[in-house]
């Protein structure tokens, strides 16, 4: 297992102007063209969303008044803490911040090379994740911003002192 502290994480704007963005981590770690990868974001402004074409994404927002996300149909509101929208990096979305601005933690992975699965766990109810032999856990600790990579294989108790957010990461499945 690998811890990564947020703080550790090296802050960069977006291209847009419209926040800033710290990767905690990615795999494969010394690569451009990654499989998976996960930061956390501050949204200061309203505006669209990067796209990520052949990706697959999980936004879960960790603090501030919320955000209304614009796409096709109805708007969708996030609220603070830990609301989340599972969509695909084609979407054309656009956020609306509610009253100032936000900050996220996102998961972007290529959608062929592999399948997620999101687990928000309560330290009332600590759980163990993962533990096949081609997955990997991704556990953030929303109070801290330590993250825990597990090396692939190895299941991880999530949620024993802190509310955290879980993620396995598969292979795709077959067909």
Do not use: K
């Amino acid at each position: 297992m690998h811890l990564i502290r947020l703080s550790d994480a090296r802050r960069e704007p977006w291209r847009n102007g419209g926040g800033w963005t710290r990767e905690i981590t990615r795999f494969p770690a010394d690569s451009t063209e990654y499989d998976w990868r996960l930061s956390v974001a501050e949204v200061e402004t309203d505006g669209p969303f990067s796209r990520f074409d052949g990706c697959d994404r999980i936004l879960v927002l960790l603090g501030g008044n919320g955000m209304e996300l614009q796409t096709v149909g109805q708007p969708v509101t996030l609220w603070p803490p830990h609301d989340h929208l599972r969509f695909p990096g084609e979407l054309a979305i656009s956020a609306r911040l509610i009253a100032g601005p936000t900050t996220d933690l996102n998961l972007i992975w290529r959608r062929d090379r592999c399948a997620v699965v999101l687990h928000q766990i309560d330290p009332r109810a600590p759980m163990h994740i993962g533990g096949h032999p081609d997955e990997v856990v991704v556990a953030f600790t929303v109070v801290t911003g330590a993250t825990r990579v597990s090396e692939p294989g190895e299941g991880l108790l999530v949620g024993r002192d802190e509310h955290e957010i879980g993620f396995v990461i598969a292979p795709p499945p077959t067909l």
